[in-house]
């Protein structure tokens, strides 16, 4: 037996360092990408260049002065706003039906509730071009905030339905108990207790609506475009550094809020409760 142990023993260190090689290859190739865009964003040259010659923040500060971008970005941050507001709401009623409801074919209502995580969204995007150029919706507000919102409402699914599943249903019965209505029950007891995964749901259809830009390409007009259409509408006509900055921000804002998601969610864990995978 400690034969055995032994000559297993070389074969699974090889084994681990060959998987630890593997990880840090894919991802360097995977991260490599993105951090290069960092210095690109500061090169002081007309065109994109690797290295950058010399630094400069010109690019950033035109980004920030220019109105098609400004226009762009707050058109964005609104309808990523009205996108949080509207998942948060329907994602939440949608959790609490799953996972408390006794409903008929509930496997097939998740799926279908989580099915734009799986198809393509250049799919979806051509389907909801179809859908909306008729009834007008096609470069307007309502429509992107229903697209983005289908887009969005299954990530706000994912983290309550988590939450409520670690919700002792008890508590629940026992305000029914006393007096209280279902939805008094929820509102008092259950809600404050999921508090915290509906703010990190709010933050990835947050998300979701800001960096989509499939979608967006589909449905946007002439005149009303999202950033990362503005994004890609640049990338056709003039690749310059101004491309890799604004890419830069929408990674700062991002990592930004999924790290205050990330500590807002610890700080909000009772204590002794173990940390979601």
């Given at each position: ?12 260190g ?8 593997v990880?840090v ?6 991260l490599?990408?993105i951090?290069?865009?960092v ?8 065109f ?19 109105p098609e ?5 707050f058109?964005s ?5 009205l ?7 329907i ?6 039906a799953?996972v408390r ?18 198809v393509?969204?250049i ?6 071009y179809l ?5 007008g919706?096609s ?33 629940e ?15 008092l ?37 999202t950033l990362?259409?503005k ?19 929408l ?13 807002f ?13």
């Open positions: 037996m400690q034969a055995e142990t032994r000559s297993a023993s070389p074969h699974r090889v084994a681990d360092i060959v998987g630890a090689a990880l290859m894919i991802l360097c190739f995977l490599l990408p951090v290069i865009v210095p690109m964003s500061l090169g002081g040259a007309r994109l260049t690797f290295p950058p010659r010399d630094l400069t923040l010109a690019w950033y500060r035109e980004f920030l002065s220019d971008w400004q226009e762009a970005t058109y941050i609104k309808i990523a706003l996108t949080t507001l509207s998942s948060v709401v994602g939440t009623m949608a959790a609490v799953l409801g006794a409903l008929v074919g509930k496997r097939a209502l998740t799926a279908l509730t989580l099915a734009p995580l799986i393509p969204h799919v979806l995007g051509i389907a909801l859908s909306f150029t008729p009834l919706l470069g307007t507000v309502p429509g992107f905030v229903i697209a983005h919102t289908a887009l969005a409402v299954p990530f706000v699914v994912l983290t309550v339905s988590a939450a409520l599943y670690r919700v002792d249903r008890s508590l019965l026992a305000a029914v108990n006393l007096g209280a209505t279902r939805f008094q029950a929820f509102r007891v259950t809600f404050p207790l999921i508090f915290p995964a509906v703010a990190v749901g709010g933050v990835f259809a947050f998300l979701a609506s800001f960096d989509e830009a499939v979608v967006s390409f589909f449905l946007s007009g002439v005149s009303t475009k990362p259409r994004l890609f509408e640049n990338i056709d006509f003039d690749i310059s550094p101004l491309i890799p900055a604004v890419a830069t921000l990674m700062a804002v991002s990592l930004a809020m999924m790290g205050g998601a990330t500590l969610g610890r700080r909000s864990r009772p204590a002794g409760e173990p940390a979601s995978p």
